[in-house]
């Protein structure tokens, strides 16, 4: 049954770097495809960094099954994301050329829109 988990997961895993991709893709402009494939690269890695970090913390408050479970939650919050991504901007919020951004606002697209989306809540409350 272990292997069995360990397909599922491991297939559901897999894809989400390409469906990320492509969702990008989708949203920016031709000349900047470059660019957003280093910054999913760099948050791909910066996700691979962290990671073991949060297993082992979820692993030695609940034994070898906080792996899978921290797996599990994290893998839910990136769908949890896309999904309210894709329902909620039905097109790009605001075009500006991409030379104009800065680089901690690149790097910082998605906690960014994490951390505003917290403050649409906190504020429609």
């Known amino acids: 049954m272990v292997l069995v988990w360990f397909c599922l ?15 990008t893709n989708d949203w920016i402009e031709p000349e900047h ?3 957003a494939a280093s910054l999913l690269v760099t948050l791909y890695g910066v996700g691979a960094v962290v990671g073991p970090f949060v297993a082992a913390v979820m692993m030695s408050s609940m034994g070898p099954v906080g792996f899978f479970w921290s797996l599990f939650v994290l893998h839910a ?11 909620s901007w039905r097109s790009p919020l605001v075009k500006r050329p991409w030379s104009e951004v ?13 951390a505003a989306i917290g403050r649409r809540r906190r504020r429609s409350r």
Do not use: D, E, K, Q
């Open 33 to 35: 495809l470059n660019a």
């Open 77 to 87: 919050l990136i769908a949890v994301f896309f999904v309210h991504r894709m329902r």
């Open 9 to 23: 997961l491991g297939g559901l895993s897999y894809p989400l770097y390409s469906i990320a991709a492509a969702y």
């Open 102 to 114: 800065s680089l901690p606002a690149r790097a910082f697209y998605v906690p960014a829109t994490i």
